[in-house]
T-cell receptor
């Protein structure tokens, strides 16, 4: 049972435009959400997070939006840069320190 | 360098064999997590240790076991290996078991190929 779903395996965006990566979850007990970024031959690195008491968190070019009623979160990258090309994982926590990850979305930013 | 060290980086072995993957957490981190990433799959949580004790268990097969030693390094033992065990195995660490707030720090993984 996949509790965290990233339904788009890949996304291609032009440099300078907005990238929107989506994530859906099924467990209403999740109360903390994170995004990780992974380059080839490296481990995932923490990008940004959001608590369930908020609906938006911003860090530079990265913004995460949370819609609890829809059990949906999204990561916006504005403007997108070629160095953002990577696999992005959504993850969720249910008040334990165990993270449940989605299957990832491969973002390609082209010139 | 994330501070989390995983060895070996690559491992090729035959079906039926046993292997040990090793992880040294970031300095000061007490929690160690093991994840498996198979082809086209997300990161599947296997097991977590906190300061030497098992804290949480995920979809870890009975053929797999892990432990965390007094110096906080951890080992993941995979036995009776099958072709389907071929995957990337990641170790991550966090400070004080609050990984959900500060995020995990991942190692670069061990790529296991079973032939």
């Amino acid at each position: 049972d996949q509790q965290v779903k990233q339904n788009s395996p890949s996304l291609s965006v032009q440099e300078g435009r907005i990238s929107i990566l989506n994530c859906d979850y099924t467990n209403s007990m999740f109360d903390y959400f994170l995004w990780y970024k992974k380059y080839p031959a490296e481990g995932p690195t923490f990008l940004i997070s959001i608590s369930s008491i908020k609906d938006k968190n911003e860090d530079g070019r990265f913004t995460v939006f949370l819609n609890k009623s829809a059990k949906h979160l999204s990561l916006h990258i504005v403007p997108s840069q070629p160095g953002d090309s990577a696999v992005y994982f959504c993850a969720a926590s249910d008040n334990t320190d165990k993270l449940i990850f989605g299957t990832g979305t491969r973002l390609q930013v082209f010139p | 360098d994330s501070g989390v060290t995983q060895t070996p980086k690559h491992l090729i072995t035959a079906t039926g064999q046993r292997v040990t993957l090793r992880c040294s957490p970031r300095s000061g981190d007490l929690s160690v997590y093991w994840y498996q990433q198979s082809l086209d799959q997300g990161l599947q949580f296997l097991i977590q240790y906190y300061n030497g004790e098992e804290r949480a268990k995920g979809n870890i097969l009975e053929r797999f076991s892990a432990q965390q030693f007094p110096d906080l390094h951890s080992e993941l033992n995979l036995s009776s290996l099958e072709l389907g065990d071929s995957a990337l195995y990641f170790c991550a660490s966090s400070a004080g078991g609050f990984g959900q707030f500060y995020g995990y720090t991942f190692g670069s993984g061990t790529r296991l190929t079973v032939v």
